[in-house]
């Protein structure tokens, strides 16, 4: 009876623990903003493409600017043995329907403090079983 019980409350604690855990890793489409800002956080911080692959939309995306963007970084980074890091201004939305425009300011920041540079960009966004980014474009 005891080691029965015991192994229910194991079970219970193994569906709560992947319960939290699904929650917790699950892929915030809900708002434009967050998924550029989750977008942006894997593309040009963390340089991983499969993630940002999760926030992009499902076909016909224009991602040319920001690859050549981060391939400036990269190669400044090895050009001048310099760490450059990548930070963003507050997220500006403005949407119509199934689509719409995020906005924001990029920052790139040597690590030696060296130099700043600020640009503005605008990410395309549609709603496809939840918003995901479909284009980036450099404005000034």
Same mark, same amino acid.
């Given at each position: ?79 001048? %043995? ?11 939305? %403005? ?44 404005? %000034?």
């Amino acid at each position: 009876m005891m080691s029965g019980t015991l192994v229910l409350l194991c079970l219970g604690g193994v569906g709560v623990a992947v319960s939290l855990y699904d929650g917790a890793t699950e892929i915030k489409r809900t708002s434009p903003d967050a998924v550029v800002d989750n977008f942006l956080g894997a593309y040009l911080v963390d340089r991983d493409d499969k993630e940002a692959s999760l926030y992009e939309c499902k076909a016909g995306g224009d991602f040319e600017a920001i690859e050549a963007y981060r391939a400036d970084i990269l190669t400044r980074e090895k050009d001048f %043995s310099v760490g450059i890091r990548v930070s963003w201004s507050s997220l500006t939305v %403005s949407t119509q329907g199934e689509s719409g425009t995020v906005g924001t300011n990029l920052v790139k920041t040597a690590t030696d403090q060296s130099g700043r540079v600020s640009n503005t960009w605008e990410f395309r966004v549609v709603n496809q079983d939840g918003w995901r980014v479909c284009g980036a474009m450099q404005i %000034s």
